[in-house]
């Protein structure tokens, strides 16, 4: 094999003189043939005499000082011993007919008429020997110059010191080392064929022994669900998690697994597996080892300081280079493809009680968000990459967790869940015990477990502890490490240190190490959050065994009961057994407010901690208890017999462990960010196409380099040079620094993310739903006054409390969820403000066994809350039964949305212009809520806590209306204003009633002030419409629409609003679709309504919903973009989270997000850019004229320009105010596009002609750059050239240029000015360059080789030389000094390219040209996007 590849080589190596299409220094500017032109500075050769007295007179040894002696090599020395005469060229005496001895060297350059470097030696010896007076001044070139050539029977008087050319060593491949090699290759290759013949047998029913498994737990019913003997046996039900899938089917692939399912593949350890995962992990590091040994050898560091001691010449060397480097780049990408799966293919699989690892697979699921159409080429693109990933099941996540034992019990630990192996089935499943059903049968668990079953259930869901494991930083640096893009990076190193080009490598190293070493830091970092966030756990009282102990909240288990104190942190989801809690809820949900949590009821109340309802009674792990107060146990209950027995020892506040790890909120939560669901954004799915565009566009530069460069082993080196520059390493990591920069502006904002991809989504945001309580508007709400009923007649509203009846302050006095810890009422906030506008207080002294509270009047009347019934969002209401102390009598109150309280009360007392003067209030934006009475007259109190809900609200009147105000916030006009002016719709989903969301909607700007609200609600089971000034029906909804499309203006003069109820029709009807970007308001929404509201509008635009938490959080986690007005800082509620309650935010966001995307393309186009001017115009073109320009240019470029320049994009500010469209999103759209190819061809264009106005140059013409005599092996050797200077200049000024030009943008970012940070290093580096370019020979341009030359030729051209000290130049004239005039020019030239890539941008792609060619293209084939009004 590598003799075939140094054969090939060698062939191709066969190459005719550069450039390609013309000869150099053939014809000068007016097509006259060039002359032939004389070359100075060449050095003459040693000349060996049969006698010193032979020596010509200029180069006579002089007379040596007394005690030394003249030796054969022309120099004096105290002893010849041991002094070697170059005159043998390594030879013996006695080899020689006649014995010569060396003249001293010729200190003095000579120069060669008309020199031709064909017979370059030739000519320098006759030169020589001009100068030295043995040959005649007029004799000419190829005549006989009497001076012999070195031979070893030579006997002439004179003879030149041309030792023959020692046989250059070669590899024959037979050598030690070579067989050293083959022996390896092929031993490691039969032990990997016997490996895999040998797990092949081992594993040939394997297939059978795989089983499928569902993630979502198995639920065991407990003891006070399931009868005892179930229990025992320890049945397990499917629960809804339950899959329908064969738990053993050979033909199931993991790429088939339904979703929510897992593959498991059980391995064990094998001796001969060891062996050989050993072998592959140090053949890794080998092939990396051998290709540093080959990079030591060509600079004489491996075999006796000898440049290719090891291989021989170079040549061999860089054949087996390029042999080595193929071999262990194929290696090395497949030891990351198959990395996660590299170690259990060194197992045996075997059945799964067996292994000792589990292999678990499963699908990884990925969301892709984008806007309108996709192009042809992307659609293609994604479907072929989508049947790459299905045909090698690139989408299946592999992962092996180690088989662990609690007794018989074996289980694994895959994602913080623990999976335990049921003998039954056969397989591994997660746990979830259902404690109970009802609030009756939960409260049947206070007696705890007994230690037994704690430990059966600790063996099954595992401690209550989720451990995060975060890496030291050497780990975290490999993980980094070892990808695609490091290991495309450290390939590409390894050519640039074999080809001398380790200066520029050793600076790319470090820029590449400097950027791993940040990126881990903010990686570990985060990570350590996390773990801060998942990993806690304090000591708490337990009851075990009947008794209370002080556990670890590890210890904790589902059944357990738990004493609750003040300002302890809760550790699991749990319900209230006994008494009052007030916990702090922000960081789960957002809601700012302390939430108070009641005991279960001793009722057959349905409980689900997923239902609203519910809530009430729960607490959830993660929050911290503020308050905690004691009570009898399950407090509803107020009959005598019906109560468990107070022990004085008892902890007051208990509540019940129901779930516990991740089977809690919080730790679904911190599930989902340590392994969150992969979004692919457009920009995502366009890098496919982009990157492959690159690589086709390397691999073509690639060719056209071995060409041009002569199709030899040198070109390949090259060919990789423009590969390299084509598809730029840092690419990938430019596509988020505009992520990070926006999301470190918005935490200096106050507004956090805990999702960095979703930034760039937020600058395409075109929908903004908006809660409205708390969002919109304030808080709180200000009471405003009662309006009684008496007869069915309303009376005056009234805002004084003490002129209302009596039962009526009663009802507004005891009516409500509010309670008073520390002298502080916690509770809804309508609650709240509806207490303290009564005037009564809460008395902490209980008077009665039986009451939840007691309330004293101002005039000292009590009252006692016998039964409280919450608030449920499906019956919009809640109740009380309270006792008048005065009068023994039980009255019943129920308070709830005025629509509600109407259907339960008595026809009778319902006023027949009842909605009409409901719909007046609400228009005027008042918060209306009812009130409904009962008296149920003196009755046993044991009788009113048996009565169910239902049964005690029966039969009640309605008594008042009761009216609060929400007023807006100050700045949430300005804020909706500004997102209609940004191109984005604001829609309102509340759950307040239509008519108050209407009066704000119109308050805040959302809706027109002249434009007609028509609301659609359900009538007698249809859907009506009607106006909500007039309450006409209208009849035809569709040509109402119709005719508000018609219309040019943007905002709508027709506006639609829907309840819950409509809403549902709707959707059950397939009308929601066609409407529902006509609908501003959605109103009587419940949590679950708001999250399906928010999906719908998802399949339209992308959506952003922003509220205060509480009801929303479903909603702000199902959105594209949520963000919670929340005081948590980086709440987990939704991805972002603003500590400022202002709906500015949401402007704020949208704004960084915009300019965000706009940085993230603005950088992802420079980068383009460099592919472009590297690749195509420099590499390609230097490469033409086989130049290569200045090793510092380079150096400049890759070292410090394009890094400096990135992060100086990413400065650019966000702009003041939303623009009214939004940043393209395609890397391969028509915008983007169009703005990197114009540059190219503007680029090109200047570039090209520059070279043009240098082969227009009379003092150019004649003096090309001819490499037919160089070794374009020696790259450094190649710049000193005008061409090579001409390149570098312009395709610096191009370079430097294009992070100006990509700095615009100003609807999205600020004035290109206000980036001081780019403009500061544009300004520097182009003065840099334009002093490079300008200036006189001078120490700093000779650092970059650019007008400059020898000391002595810069002397002679007129210019100070004293300060230059450079290496000699490699060209005849000895310089690249260009003409004043002629730089001033190629400077002039350059501002013009400069200005005219400016104003493309400025005036062509962004400005007035590209809106008209867009605005036509859309004219004539319409808009992809979807148009609606805002």
Same mark, same amino acid.
């Given at each position: 094999?590598?003799?075939?590849l140094v054969?090939v080589t060698?062939l191709?190596?066969v190459?005719?003189a550069f450039?390609?299409f013309?000869?150099?220094?053939?014809v000068?500017?007016?097509?006259d043939?060039c002359?032939v032109?004389d070359r100075?500075g060449?050095m003459?050769?040693v000349?060996?005499?049969?006698?010193f007295?032979n020596c010509?007179d200029?180069?006579?040894?002089s007379?040596?000082?007394?005690g030394?002696q003249l030796?054969d090599?022309g120099a004096?020395?105290?002893?010849?011993?041991n002094?070697?005469?170059?005159?043998l060229c390594g030879?013996?005496?006695?080899?020689f007919?006649?014995?010569?001895?060396a003249?001293p060297?010729y200190?003095t350059?000579?120069?060669?008429?008309?020199?031709?470097?064909s017979?370059?030696?030739e000519?320098i010896e006759?030169?020589c020997?001009q100068?030295?007076g043995?040959v005649?001044?007029?004799a000419t070139?190829g005549?006989?110059t009497?001076?012999?050539?070195?031979a070893?029977n030579e006997?002439a008087t004179?003879m030149?010191?041309?030792?023959?050319l020692?046989?250059e060593?070669?590899?024959s491949f037979?050598?030690?080392?070579?067989?050293?090699?083959y022996?390896?290759?092929?031993?490691e290759?039969?032990?990997?064929i016997?490996w895999?013949?040998?797990k092949?047998?081992?594993?040939?029913?394997?297939a059978?022994m795989?089983?499928?498994c569902s993630?979502l737990?198995?639920?065991?019913?407990?003891?006070?669900v399931a009868s005892?003997?179930?229990?025992?046996?320890?049945v397990?039900?499917?629960?809804p998690?339950s899959?329908?899938?064969?738990?053993?089917?050979a033909t199931?692939?993991?790429?088939?697994?339904?979703a929510?399912?897992?593959?498991l593949?059980g391995?064990?350890n094998d001796?001969a597996?060891l062996?050989?995962y050993?072998?592959?992990?140090?053949s890794t590091a080998g092939?990396?080892a051998l290709?540093?040994?080959?990079v030591?050898?060509?600079?004489?560091?491996?075999?006796g300081?000898?440049a290719?001691?090891?291989l021989?010449?170079?040549n061999d060397?860089?054949?087996?280079?390029?042999f080595v480097?193929?071999l262990?780049a194929?290696w090395?990408?497949?030891m990351?493809a198959c990395?996660?799966?590299l170690r259990?293919y060194?197992?045996i699989?075997?059945s799964?009680?067996?292994?000792?690892?589990v292999q678990v697979?499963?699908?990884?699921?990925?969301?892709?968000?984008?806007?309108?159409?996709q192009?042809?080429?992307?659609?293609?693109?994604?479907?072929a990459y989508?049947a790459?990933v299905?045909?090698?099941?690139?989408?299946?996540?592999?992962e092996?967790?180690a088989?662990?034992?609690i007794?018989?019990?074996?289980?694994?630990?895959?994602?913080?869940t623990?999976?335990?192996?049921?003998e039954?089935?056969?397989?591994?499943e997660c746990?979830?015990?259902v404690?109970?059903?009802?609030?009756r049968?939960?409260l049947d668990?206070?007696n705890?477990?007994?230690?037994?079953?704690?430990?059966?259930?600790?063996t099954?869901?595992?401690?209550?502890?989720?451990r995060v494991y975060v890496?030291?930083f050497?780990?975290?640096?490999?993980?980094?490490?070892?990808s695609y893009?490091?290991l495309?990076q450290?390939?590409?190193l390894f050519?640039?240190?074999y080809?001398?080009?380790f200066?520029?490598?050793?600076v790319?190293?470090?820029?590449?190490l400097?950027?791993?070493?940040i990126k881990v830091f903010?990686?570990?970092?985060?990570?350590?959050?996390v773990?801060?966030l998942?990993?806690?756990r304090?000591?708490?009282?337990?009851r075990?065994n009947?008794?209370w102990?002080?556990?670890?909240?590890?210890d904790?288990v589902p059944?357990?009961?738990v004493?609750?104190?003040?300002?302890m942190?809760v550790?699991?989801?749990?319900?209230?057994l006994?008494?009052?809690?007030?916990?702090?809820?922000s960081?789960l949900t957002?809601e700012?407010m302390?939430?108070?949590k009641l005991?279960l009821?001793n009722?057959a109340?349905?409980?689900?901690?997923q239902?609203?309802?519910s809530?009430?009674?729960?607490?959830?792990?993660?929050?911290?208890v503020?308050?905690?107060?004691?009570?009898?146990?399950g407090?509803?209950p107020?009959?005598l017999?019906t109560?468990?027995p107070?022990?004085?020892?008892e902890?007051?506040?208990?509540?019940l462990?129901l779930?516990?790890r991740?089977?809690?909120?919080?730790g679904k939560?911190i599930q989902?960010?340590l392994?969150?669901i992969r979004y692919?954004?457009?920009?995502d799915?366009?890098?496919?196409v982009s990157?492959?565009?690159?690589?086709?566009y390397?691999?073509?530069?690639?060719?056209l380099?071995?060409w041009?460069?002569g199709?030899?082993?040198t070109?390949?080196?090259?060919?990789?040079f423009?590969?390299?520059?084509a598809?730029?390493?840092l690419?990938p990591?430019a596509l988020v620094i505009g992520?990070?920069?926006a999301?470190?502006r918005?935490r200096?904002?106050?507004?956090?993310c805990?999702?960095l991809?979703r930034?760039?989504?937020?600058?395409k945001?075109r929908l903004m739903?908006?809660d409205?309580?708390g969002?919109l508007t304030?808080?709180g709400?200000q009471f405003?006054s009662v309006?009684?009923?008496?007869?069915?007649?309303?009376?005056d509203?009234?805002?004084?409390i003490e002129?209302?009846?009596?039962?009526i302050q009663i009802?507004?006095?005891?009516c409500?969820?509010?309670?008073?810890i520390?002298q502080?009422?916690?509770?809804n906030?309508?609650?709240v403000e509806?207490?303290?506008?009564?005037?009564?207080?809460?008395e902490n002294n209980?008077?009665?066994?039986?009451?939840?509270?007691t !309330?004293?009047?101002? *005039?000292? @009347?009590? =009252?006692? &809350?016998?039964r409280?019934?919450?608030?449920?969002? +499906?019956?919009q209401s809640?109740s009380?039964?309270?006792q008048d102390?005065?009068t023994?009598?039980v009255?019943?109150f129920?308070?709830g949305s005025?629509?509600?309280?109407?259907?339960?009360a008595r026809?009778d007392?319902v006023?027949?212009d009842?909605d009409a003067?409901?719909?007046a209030?609400?228009?005027?934006?008042?918060?209306?809520?009812a009130l409904?009475?009962?008296d149920?007259?003196?009755?046993?109190?044991?009788s009113?806590s048996?009565m169910?809900?239902?049964q005690?609200e029966?039969?009640?009147?309605?008594v008042s209306l009761?009216?609060f105000?929400?007023?807006?916030?100050?700045?949430?006009?300005?804020?909706i204003?500004? !997102?209609r002016g940004? *191109?984005t @719709?604001? =829609?309102? &989903?509340?759950g307040?009633?239509a008519?108050t969301? +209407?009066?704000?909607?119109?308050e805040?700007?959302m809706v027109?002030?002249?434009?007609?609200?028509v609301l659609?609600?359900i009538?007698?089971?249809a859907l009506?419409w009607r106006?909500?000034?007039t309450?006409k029906v209208?009849?035809?909804?569709?040509?109402?629409?119709?005719?508000v499309t018609?219309?040019d203006?943007?905002?709508?003069?027709?506006e639609?609003?829907?309840?819950e109820?409509?809403?549902?029709w709707?959707i059950?009807?397939g009308?929601?679709?066609?409407?529902?970007?006509h609908?501003?308001i959605?109103a009587?929404?419940?949590p679950q309504?708001k999250?399906?509201?928010?999906n719908?509008h998802?399949e339209r635009?992308?959506?952003?919903m922003?509220g205060?938490?509480?009801?929303?959080?479903?909603?702000?986690?199902?959105a594209h973009?949520?963000i919670?007005?929340?005081e948590a800082?980086a709440?987990i509620?939704?991805?972002f989270?603003?500590?400022n309650p202002?709906i500015m935010?949401?402007?704020?966001l949208l704004?960084e997000?915009?300019a965000?995307l706009a940085?993230?393309l603005?950088a992802?186009?420079?980068l383009?850019?460099?592919?472009v001017?590297?690749a195509?115009?420099l590499e390609v073109?230097?490469?033409y004229?086989s130049?290569?320009?200045p090793?510092?240019?380079?150096?400049?470029?890759?070292?410090?320009?394009?890094?400096?320049m990135?992060l100086?994009i990413?400065?650019?500010q966000t702009?003041k105010k939303?623009?009214?469209?939004r940043?393209?999103?395609?890397?391969?759209?028509?915008?983007?596009?169009?703005?990197?190819w114009?540059?190219?061809?503007i680029?090109i264009?200047?570039l090209?002609?520059?070279?043009?106005?240098?082969?227009a140059?009379?003092?150019?013409?004649c003096?090309e750059?001819?490499?037919?005599?160089?070794?374009t092996s020696l790259?450094?050797?190649?710049?000193d050239?005008?061409e090579?200077e001409v390149?570098?200049?312009?395709?610096?000024?191009?370079?430097?240029n294009?992070?100006?030009?990509?700095?615009?943008?100003y609807?999205?970012?600020?004035?290109?000015?206000?980036n001081y940070?780019l403009?500061l290093m544009y300004?520097a580096f182009?003065?840099v360059?334009s002093a490079?370019a300008l200036a006189d020979?001078n120490r700093?341009?000779?650092?970059?080789?650019?007008?400059?030359?020898?000391?002595?030729?810069?002397?002679d051209?007129?210019?100070?030389?004293s300060t230059?000290?450079?290496?000699?130049?490699n060209n005849?004239l000895?310089?690249?000094v260009m003409?004043?005039?002629?730089?001033w020019?190629?400077?002039?030239?350059?501002?013009?390219n400069?200005?005219?890539?400016l104003a493309?941008?400025?005036l062509v792609?962004?400005?007035?040209v590209?809106?008209?060619v867009k605005?036509?293209?859309v004219a004539?084939?319409g808009?992809s996007?979807?148009?609606?009004?805002?």
């Amino acid at each position: 094999m590598v003799r075939y590849l140094v054969l090939v080589t060698g062939l191709a190596s066969v190459a005719y003189a550069f450039p390609a299409f013309n000869v150099p220094n053939s014809v000068n500017v007016d097509g006259d043939t060039c002359p032939v032109m004389d070359r100075s500075g060449l050095m003459c050769p040693v000349l060996c005499v049969r006698d010193f007295n032979n020596c010509p007179d200029l180069i006579q040894p002089s007379e040596c000082p007394a005690g030394e002696q003249l030796c054969d090599d022309g120099a004096c020395y105290d002893s010849c011993d041991n002094v070697e005469n170059p005159c043998l060229c390594g030879m013996f005496a006695s080899d020689f007919d006649v014995l010569y001895k060396a003249c001293p060297s010729y200190s003095t350059s000579v120069t060669v008429k008309q020199y031709n470097p064909s017979t370059k030696q030739e000519q320098i010896e006759f030169a020589c020997a001009q100068t030295w007076g043995l040959v005649s001044r007029n004799a000419t070139f190829g005549s006989d110059t009497s001076v012999a050539l070195w031979a070893t029977n030579e006997t002439a008087t004179t003879m030149w010191n041309e030792c023959p050319l020692a046989a250059e060593p070669k590899l024959s491949f037979t050598e030690t080392v070579c067989l050293a090699f083959y022996g390896i290759i092929g031993a490691e290759v039969l032990l990997y064929i016997l490996w895999h013949a040998y797990k092949s047998i081992r594993e040939r029913h394997a297939a059978q022994m795989r089983r499928v498994c569902s993630q979502l737990p198995k639920t065991q019913v407990s003891p006070s669900v399931a009868s005892d003997k179930q229990y025992e046996k320890g049945v397990v039900q499917s629960g809804p998690s339950s899959i329908d899938v064969p738990m053993s089917d050979a033909t199931v692939s993991a790429s088939q697994l339904p979703a929510g399912s897992m593959l498991l593949r059980g391995y064990k350890n094998d001796i001969a597996g060891l062996f050989m995962y050993g072998l592959t992990l140090l053949s890794t590091a080998g092939w990396i080892a051998l290709l540093m040994i080959i990079v030591l050898d060509y600079y004489g560091k491996v075999k006796g300081g000898v440049a290719y001691g090891l291989l021989a010449n170079s040549n061999d060397s860089m054949s087996v280079f390029i042999f080595v480097w193929h071999l262990a780049a194929i290696w090395l990408i497949a030891m990351l493809a198959c990395k996660r799966r590299l170690r259990n293919y060194f197992r045996i699989e075997c059945s799964l009680p067996q292994a000792r690892v589990v292999q678990v697979e499963e699908r990884q699921e990925e969301v892709i968000m984008t806007e309108g159409r996709q192009n042809r080429l992307t659609q293609l693109v994604t479907k072929a990459y989508n049947a790459v990933v299905l045909k090698f099941g690139l989408n299946i996540v592999a992962e092996s967790c180690a088989t662990q034992h609690i007794g018989a019990n074996q289980f694994i630990e895959y994602r913080c869940t623990r999976y335990v192996f049921i003998e039954k089935a056969g397989s591994f499943e997660c746990h979830a015990f259902v404690l109970g059903e009802t609030h009756r049968s939960l409260l049947d668990c206070h007696n705890g477990l007994t230690s037994a079953e704690a430990d059966a259930r600790l063996t099954r869901v595992g401690e209550n502890f989720i451990r995060v494991y975060v890496p030291s930083f050497p780990v975290g640096l490999l993980q980094e490490l070892f990808s695609y893009t490091y290991l495309y990076q450290m390939m590409c190193l390894f050519v640039w240190f074999y080809f001398n080009y380790f200066k520029l490598a050793l600076v790319q190293l470090c820029v590449i190490l400097i950027s791993a070493f940040i990126k881990v830091f903010i990686r570990l970092r985060s990570e350590r959050r996390v773990k801060m966030l998942a990993e806690r756990r304090n000591q708490c009282r337990v009851r075990r065994n009947g008794v209370w102990v002080d556990l670890d909240t590890a210890d904790l288990v589902p059944g357990d009961v738990v004493a609750v104190e003040a300002n302890m942190e809760v550790m699991c989801d749990g319900c209230v057994l006994r008494g009052e809690v007030v916990v702090d809820e922000s960081s789960l949900t957002g809601e700012a407010m302390p939430v108070r949590k009641l005991p279960l009821k001793n009722e057959a109340i349905a409980y689900d901690p997923q239902n609203s309802a519910s809530k009430a009674y729960s607490v959830y792990a993660g929050t911290r208890v503020l308050q905690c107060t004691g009570s009898s146990y399950g407090s509803a209950p107020t009959s005598l017999d019906t109560m468990v027995p107070v022990d004085s020892a008892e902890p007051q506040t208990q509540i019940l462990v129901l779930r516990t790890r991740t089977a809690t909120d919080k730790g679904k939560l911190i599930q989902r960010i340590l392994f969150p669901i992969r979004y692919s954004f457009v920009l995502d799915e366009q890098l496919r196409v982009s990157i492959l565009a690159l690589l086709a566009y390397g691999g073509v530069v690639f060719g056209l380099s071995i060409w041009l460069m002569g199709a030899d082993r040198t070109s390949w080196y090259y060919g990789l040079f423009v590969v390299s520059q084509a598809f730029p390493p840092l690419l990938p990591a430019a596509l988020v620094i505009g992520q990070s920069v926006a999301a470190d502006r918005l935490r200096r904002q106050q507004i956090f993310c805990i999702d960095l991809p979703r930034i760039n989504l937020c600058g395409k945001v075109r929908l903004m739903l908006f809660d409205k309580t708390g969002t919109l508007t304030h808080s709180g709400m200000q009471f405003y006054s009662v309006q009684e009923i008496a007869n069915t007649t309303f009376g005056d509203a009234e805002q004084n409390i003490e002129k209302l009846s009596d039962q009526i302050q009663i009802g507004l006095a005891s009516c409500h969820a509010a309670t008073e810890i520390d002298q502080q009422l916690i509770g809804n906030p309508v609650d709240v403000e509806q207490f303290q506008a009564t005037g009564w207080r809460i008395e902490n002294n209980r008077e009665g066994a039986h009451s939840l509270d007691t !309330l004293i009047a101002p *005039d000292h @009347r009590t =009252v006692h &809350v016998v039964r409280r019934f919450e608030f449920e969002h +499906a019956r919009q209401s809640m109740s009380v039964a309270v006792q008048d102390a005065a009068t023994r009598h039980v009255h019943v109150f129920v308070k709830g949305s005025f629509e509600r309280i109407k259907k339960i009360a008595r026809v009778d007392s319902v006023p027949a212009d009842y909605d009409a003067v409901t719909a007046a209030w609400a228009k005027q934006g008042c918060y209306v809520l009812a009130l409904a009475h009962r008296d149920l007259g003196e009755m046993d109190l044991g009788s009113v806590s048996r009565m169910p809900r239902a049964q005690l609200e029966a039969g009640c009147s309605l008594v008042s209306l009761l009216l609060f105000r929400n007023t807006l916030k100050e700045d949430t006009p300005q804020a909706i204003a500004e !997102l209609r002016g940004g *191109d984005t @719709r604001s =829609v309102m &989903v509340t759950g307040d009633t239509a008519l108050t969301a +209407a009066y704000i909607a119109r308050e805040c700007g959302m809706v027109d002030a002249t434009a007609r609200v028509v609301l659609g609600t359900i009538e007698d089971d249809a859907l009506i419409w009607r106006d909500t000034a007039t309450d006409k029906v209208v009849d035809d909804i569709n040509a109402e629409i119709c005719a508000v499309t018609a219309q040019d203006s943007q905002v709508s003069q027709v506006e639609l609003a829907v309840t819950e109820a409509a809403f549902n029709w709707l959707i059950k009807s397939g009308q929601i679709r066609h409407l529902l970007l006509h609908i501003r308001i959605f109103a009587r929404m419940t949590p679950q309504g708001k999250i399906t509201c928010v999906n719908l509008h998802m399949e339209r635009a992308v959506t952003a919903m922003c509220g205060d938490g509480g009801n929303d959080t479903g909603a702000l986690r199902a959105a594209h973009v949520g963000i919670a007005l929340s005081e948590a800082e980086a709440s987990i509620v939704s991805p972002f989270s603003s500590a400022n309650p202002s709906i500015m935010s949401c402007v704020t966001l949208l704004r960084e997000g915009r300019a965000g995307l706009a940085t993230t393309l603005a950088a992802y186009k420079f980068l383009v850019n460099y592919a472009v001017v590297m690749a195509l115009l420099l590499e390609v073109t230097q490469f033409y004229f086989s130049v290569i320009v200045p090793e510092a240019v380079w150096i400049m470029v890759d070292g410090f320009t394009t890094s400096i320049m990135i992060l100086s994009i990413t400065q650019a500010q966000t702009a003041k105010k939303l623009a009214p469209s939004r940043p393209t999103g395609q890397l391969i759209g028509a915008h983007t596009l169009a703005s990197i190819w114009g540059q190219a061809a503007i680029n090109i264009a200047f570039l090209y002609g520059s070279i043009g106005l240098l082969f227009a140059q009379s003092w150019f013409r004649c003096n090309e750059f001819d490499s037919s005599d160089i070794d374009t092996s020696l790259w450094w050797l190649l710049g000193d050239n005008y061409e090579a200077e001409v390149i570098s200049i312009v395709c610096l000024f191009q370079f430097i240029n294009a992070a100006g030009v990509y700095n615009f943008g100003y609807r999205y970012r600020r004035v290109w000015a206000t980036n001081y940070l780019l403009v500061l290093m544009y300004s520097a580096f182009l003065a840099v360059v334009s002093a490079i370019a300008l200036a006189d020979p001078n120490r700093f341009g000779c650092v970059f080789r650019i007008n400059c030359g020898n000391t002595q030729t810069v002397r002679d051209l007129g210019y100070s030389a004293s300060t230059v000290h450079i290496s000699e130049y490699n060209n005849p004239l000895g310089h690249n000094v260009m003409p004043r005039q002629f730089r001033w020019t190629l400077w002039a030239m350059c501002v013009v390219n400069a200005v005219v890539c400016l104003a493309y941008e400025k005036l062509v792609v962004l400005g007035p040209v590209g809106r008209r060619v867009k605005a036509w293209w859309v004219a004539k084939h319409g808009d992809s996007k979807i148009q609606f009004k805002l």
